[in-house]
């Protein structure tokens, strides 16, 4: 079932997932046993994510350098194939402009509709590391919204889901300009919003008025992550760009260990979520990093 469809079904806000692939070496059956605790709760949809293969400079006995391009995770292709196997759920593959053809790009959705899948969240995807601005691959797209046109034009009955940032795209000189971005992608033919992570449900209130005043009219799902471990303090922030709030990182700080830092950011999880579900969203995305303990918590407290 396509993604807009179950939102547009929906009587009350429903629960989506996504997970990572696992690296390279670890095999389904423990993959589909991870998430095995979170299908009890019978999700609307899980996304999969998409990672660009990586580069490494491998030396030469000369002294000399050659690149190597190593894919360190298996693909989302093949895991959404175990999860379709496994469970009788939908899924979202990611499909990113990062690293890809447009060739290549065409291929995957052609792969991707033989095997019955008809949603997709098409992203740009990140820089390679060490970049300070994304470069596409030539033959490749430059932005999400063209890889929008593209699918919505060979395949005009896929479902296209896009990223968004409540706090800002890191690259993006201020929110207005993020906003027109995203903009791009939906008249290009995107179906639906799904935003990264926040721990602040001003920033998603803030956010979704100002895409509805600049004519953003397609439905906007809040992505949240259960804070677990006192490092992602430093992480969170540096990888994606996102504020953690005071009040959060005042009792994380305070925390004698590291069972009461996961219970802190499991709760504080709890209450966004009651709140987003009081303000009438249509769906709440979990992010669970294929962690399912602190998500199995969430769902059991809100859903």
């Not at 006995?61 to 995770?73: C, L, M, N, S, V």
């Not at 802190?264 to 769906?283: E, F, K």
């Amino acid at each position: 079932m396509k993604v807009i469809d179950i939102i547009r079904s929906s009587k009350k806000t429903f629960a989506s997932l996504e997970i990572v692939p696992p690296l390279r070496g670890i095999g389904s059956e423990e993959l589909l046993d991870s998430i095995s605790p979170l299908m009890e709760f019978d999700p609307k949809y899980i996304n999969v994510t998409c990672h660009r293969d990586e580069v490494e400079f491998i030396p030469n006995p000369d002294g000399t350098y050659r690149k190597q391009t190593i894919r360190k995770r298996v693909s989302e292709v093949a895991v959404a194939a175990a999860i379709m196997k496994r469970y009788n759920v939908d899924v979202v593959p990611h499909v990113i402009c990062a690293g890809a053809t447009a060739d290549g790009i065409q291929s995957e959705i052609e792969s991707l509709r033989y095997m019955g899948i008809d949603n997709i969240l098409a992203l740009r995807g990140d820089c390679l590391t060490g970049e300070k601005r994304f470069t596409p691959t030539p033959g490749g797209y430059s932005y999400a919204s063209e890889l929008v046109e593209a699918v919505r034009r060979s395949e005009p009955g896929m479902c296209i889901g896009v990223g968004a940032y409540p706090e800002k795209h890191f690259e993006a000189p201020n929110i207005e300009t993020d906003i027109e971005m995203l903009k791009k992608k939906v008249d290009a033919g995107a179906d639906y919003i799904i935003t990264q992570m926040f721990f602040d449900n001003r920033f998603f209130y803030e956010f979704e008025s100002r895409c509805r005043e600049a004519g953003i009219n397609v439905p906007i799902i809040p992505g949240i992550k259960p804070l677990s471990t006192a490092r992602q303090i430093a992480l969170l922030p540096e990888a994606f760009s996102i504020d953690i709030p005071i009040g959060l990182s005042s009792q994380l700080a305070e925390a004698q260990d590291a069972e009461e830092v996961y219970h802190i950011g499991t709760d504080w999880c709890i209450a966004q979520c009651r709140d987003l579900i009081a303000h009438g969203v249509p769906a709440i995305h979990l992010y669970t990093m294929t962690k399912s303990r602190n998500v199995v918590e969430v769902l059991k407290a809100c859903f």
